[in-house]
Every structure is written in C-alpha cells, then in structure tokens.
C-alpha cells in the first residue's frame, strides 16, 4: 500500500513564525502535491513538484514555497505565517501522467 | 481554466438506501479524468472511483457507479446499500491529462453525507 504521512497532525504557529510542513511517500512517485482544504471551498492546489527539484505554482501560491531535495519528501513553507493560512494542509503524491492521487492524513495548522 | 461544481452540501440518507451525490464540471477539453474521492471523519482521503472521459461505459466499483454525461458535463456517484461507514464528505474532482509535468486535480467544494440508522 501507498503510505503518504506528514510530519504533525496538530500544528499551532504564532503570527510571523516561519512554518515547514513536511510530507515523505515511500512509493517512488515522482509527482507530490500540497492543498490546503477550507470549509465551503473544498481542495485548492498550492504547488506541486513532477521531479526532485522541480515545481510548479498552484491556484494558491501566495504566501508559500516549497522544497524537493528528495524523491520522497515534499516541503511545504510558510515563510511568514498569518492568521489567513490557518487550515488544513493536505498532501499527496501520484505516479505517471494521470494517475490517482494518494493523499496524507492532514495537518491542521492554526496561527494566532 | 475548470471548474468543478458540487450543488449539494450536505446529504442524508438511511443505512441500506440508495443515494445520489451530483457533480458537474466546465472544460473545453476533450481528453480528461474525472474522480470522486472520499473524506471519512479524521481520517484520509482516499480514492472511490474514477472515469475516462473517452470511455462511454460508466464506471463501477462494488457499491459505488458513476453516471457520467459528457455532454452534460455531469458525473454523479451513486451509492447503492448505503452503509454507516460510508458517512464521509465526497470530493468531485477533474484532471486535464498533462505531459511533462503532473496532471492537477481540480475539486469541488464537498458534499458532506451522513447515513443514519
């Protein structure tokens, strides 16, 4: 089985503080996404990467950055975090061109 | 750009029931895919069913079809038996096939459904 964890199911981050979520699939998939899930907005893509190193933007990129240095770990930064990035964080990581996404159990991440 | 539209936020339905969760979706694509995926309560999201758009058969996976119109561009999930571990929120979801780079999912808002006893 495809197992994709992240590093905290709880996270509570002061306004400011520099964040790093963490994602690592231990399938060989070169393609890794993050969302972030809102109430009433469902899944909104941040980035992705197709290939250590390589990424590209989502419909949300604002905010964020990411880092690949590793086929299997995807990092997802919130270089000064807000309130206004208080949510749930999802990852996933899928195989090939159009292949079904597998996706973590979610961080919550809440900024005060 | 697409866009995926789930009209129902929240549904009920008795255990052993058959419920339908509507979904549909705007592209000028020809060559796509469509999912639902499910969200149980504190728990990961996973895949339930998928569709070729270039297939015309509906897609079906042991209590879980799919009625998919592309005309319409509709793609309904139906539940058949309903059981209580089937209380989840379900994501709609559309992938444009990219080559190159990964293909991105575009998700709905969400219907969140609770089956009762």
């Known amino acids: 089985d495809v197992k994709v964890t992240q590093s905290s199911r709880y996270l509570v981050k002061r306004t400011g503080e520099k964040v790093f979520l963490e994602c690592v699939q231990d399938?060989?998939?070169?393609?890794m996404f993050w969302y972030r899930q809102d109430p009433g907005l469902g899944l909104r893509l941040i980035y992705f990467?197709?290939?250590?190193?390589?990424?590209e933007k989502g419909d949300i990129p604002e905010g964020y950055s990411v880092s690949r240095e590793k086929k299997e770990r995807f990092s997802l930064i919130l270089e000064s975090a807000s309130t206004n990035q208080t949510s749930m964080y999802l990852c996933?990581?899928?195989?090939?061109?159009?292949?079904?996404?597998?996706f973590g159990p979610g961080t919550r991440l809440t900024v005060l | 750009a697409q866009t995926v539209t789930q009209s129902q936020p929240e549904m009920s339905v008795q255990e052993a029931e058959t419920v339908t969760l509507s979904c549909t979706y705007d592209t000028s694509e020809n060559n796509y895919y469509l999912f639902w995926y499910k969200q149980p309560p504190s728990r990961q999201m996973i895949l339930v069913i998928r569709q070729e758009a270039y297939k015309q058969q509906n897609a079906t996976e042991n209590r879980f079809s799919v009625n998919f119109q592309k005309a319409a561009k509709s793609f309904s999930l139906k539940i058949s038996d309903s059981q209580l571990g089937d209380t989840a929120m379900y994501f709609c979801a559309f992938m444009k096939r990219r080559t190159g780079t990964a293909s991105k999912l575009t998700f709905g808002t969400g219907t969140r459904l609770q089956v009762t006893l």
């Open positions: 990467s197709y290939d250590v190193k390589m990424k």
């Open positions: 996933a990581s899928s195989s090939g061109d159009y292949n079904e996404q597998f």
């Open positions: 399938m060989d998939h070169e393609n």
